[in-house]
């Protein structure tokens, strides 16, 4: 094992994973607790912080300063609809620091605000740390997964909380993509032939959709992605929690919902209650806690039917981003050959069962491990990156248009959706006015190309001491580089002046 190890990272909403690859091979990374996956659990505690198994195991006690499916709002703006659903449903407290989304914990009387990298960062140092244990040699580089929609501030500071635990992140790759090239690596027997593959990712908080074709086992090209990142497992963990703390306050009378380590209970009770009714064998989920609230104990049952009427608005939500895809390449559904079933939340039968119907039984491919998939995947990736022969060639695709303002408040697009990356584009513009001093470029992330606004603004750069003239005779190139770790960098000139140029500084 060389001293300069680098690992993948699936840094997941509700349980996160490591893997390396040697001996030819992918392989997942245990920890201390026996297991190949952490929660994505952080508890701040005597003034330092916990992460995985004994943060989550120790969520009731301490529930305000417990941390969990930070995912869902890292890289976001405070005011984003998002942030706001989640924090209606936490019990730790998401404030508002200059715009951000940041978490307050308590200690001995004291506030501490961190924000959601820091948190990743946590998670992503444990990972490190079973990793030196494991391989017996320091961990300094890696390779970490993000939903297909992530956007490129999102990116940004997954690869900002990976530097913070102290890690080179050298690559960002789509998680889908990551679970494409485990499947690939597991059949390279069938190296031979060319698939359409449909990546069907759903984990904890996010649903991705890809569909790429492959040629062998190791050649990758992404045709589309789509996806949704506010729907995943904890929405359909949140409809059992709800069931179960209005059939508890109908009999004991309301508080319930109010008691922070109560529902925490409640909330392991309904994760394990889904993950028993995703069992072919058994129809029935018991719910059983002793002195929950006011000494009262729940005593509750759920049938499967029970549990997929409680969610039937949420499985619709499921195939629009299969449909959407499918539609975006060009594809109708027995075009896929196969549809590769990764996270968690695809092992729901009513799940794999709507898939199978939509395609066909025989399309649906489950062989693969969906908790350690996407980690595999990124251990092969990152393993590419750092040595000459590479195992798989990756061309992915940039999940949302980019694209800037134009003085009409329209978004003129500069890279669009689906467009392959690595790229470089380059667009000119002029001044709209007489004598224009100076020059406002907002970049935006959407497809709303008539009202710009409508979409994320994702950085603006400001242009001051342009040449004196009048409008449309001075010229700006504006260029758009979106790299290989599936990063955007920005920069604008005004035209004849080398001077006068400015970068663009991502907006966290």
Same mark, same amino acid.
């Given at each position: ?10 840094l ?14 992918a392989v ?11 929660p ?6 005597n ?9 989550k195991?120790?969520?009731?006690? #301490? ?50 605000t961190?924000?959601?990298?820091? @948190? ?7 990972l ?7 391989? #017996?040699?320091?961990v300094?580089?890696?390779?970490i ?5 992530f ?18 992140v @050298? ?10 090239v485990a499947?690939g ?17 759903f ?7 890809t569909?790429l074709?492959?040629?062998?086992h190791?050649?990758?090209k ?21 069931k ?6 109908r ?5 319930l ?5 109560a529902?925490t ?15 072919p ?14 000494r ?8 499967r039917?029970e ?25 109708k ?16 039968l ?11 039984e ?12 996407i ?53 000119e513009?002029?001044t709209?006015r ?5 020059a ?7 497809? #709303?190309l008539?009202v ?24 700006f ?20 002046n080398h ?10």
């Amino acid at each position: 094992m060389p001293d300069d190890v680098v690992i993948g990272i699936d840094l997941g909403t509700t349980y996160s994973c490591a893997a390396v690859f040697r001996n030819g091979k992918a392989v997942a990374i245990p920890n201390a607790f026996g297991t190949t996956t952490i929660p994505s659990y952080v508890a701040y505690e005597n003034d330092t912080f916990i992460a995985g198994h004994e943060a989550k195991d120790n969520a009731s006690a #301490n529930p305000n300063n417990t941390v969990f499916a930070i995912k869902r709002i890292i890289g976001r703006r405070f005011d984003e609809p998002e942030v706001a659903l989640n924090r209606s449903r936490w019990p730790f407290e998401v404030v508002n620091t200059a715009g951000k989304p940041s978490i307050q914990l308590t200690y001995d009387g004291e506030l501490h605000t961190v924000n959601p990298e820091d @948190i990743s960062a946590e998670i992503l140092r444990a990972l490190k740390r079973d990793a030196e244990d494991f391989l #017996n040699t320091p961990v300094e580089r890696a390779v970490i997964t993000v939903p297909a929609n992530f956007s490129a501030g999102q990116k940004k500071a997954t690869q900002v909380a990976g530097e913070k635990a102290g890690l080179k992140v @050298i690559g960002v790759i789509n998680e889908p993509t990551a679970a494409a090239v485990a499947y690939g690596i597991e059949n390279r027997a069938k190296g031979g032939e060319r698939a359409t593959i449909l990546v069907f990712d759903f984990g904890g908080g996010t649903l991705d959709v890809t569909i790429l074709k492959a040629q062998g086992h190791n050649v990758f090209k992404v045709l589309t992605t789509q996806g949704n990142t506010q729907l995943g497992g904890e929405d359909f963990d949140q409809r059992i929690m709800e069931k179960l703390v209005a059939d508890f306050e109908r009999e004991h009378g309301s508080g319930l919902a109010k008691n922070a380590s109560a529902m925490t209970l409640v909330r392991r009770e309904a994760e394990k209650g889904k993950r028993t009714l995703s069992t072919p064998a058994v129809k029935k989920a018991r719910f059983a806690i002793q002195s929950l609230h006011n000494r009262k104990p729940m005593m509750a049952e759920m049938t499967r039917e029970e549990f997929e009427n409680l969610c039937s608005d949420l499985y619709p939500k499921v195939l629009i981003p299969v449909k959407e895809a499918l539609r975006s390449a060009g594809l109708k559904p027995s075009d896929i050959h196969q549809v590769v079933l990764v996270g968690g939340s695809s092992k729901m039968l009513r799940i794999q069962a709507m898939l199978a119907d939509y395609f066909s039984e025989e399309q649906i491919f489950r062989n693969i491990n969906p908790d350690e998939a996407i980690a595999y995947g990124a251990a092969v990736f990152a393993h590419s990156l750092s040595e000459e022969d590479s195992l798989v060639e990756v061309e992915d695709v940039i999940s949302s248009t980019l694209g800037l303002e134009l003085d009409d408040k329209s978004l003129l697009a500069v890279l669009k959706k689906d467009t392959p990356y690595p790229v470089e584009r380059r667009q000119e513009l002029c001044t709209a006015r007489d004598n224009q001093k100076t020059a406002v470029f907002k970049i935006y992330e959407g497809e #709303n190309l008539k009202v710009a606004a409508q979409n994320k603004l994702w950085a603006t750069l400001l242009l001051t001491n342009i040449r004196q003239a009048k409008a449309g005779e001075v010229t700006f190139t504006v260029t758009f580089n979106y790299d290989v770790r599936g990063m955007l960098h920005a920069d604008v000139k005004e035209d004849g002046n080398h001077v006068n140029k400015a970068n663009i500084e991502i907006q966290l």
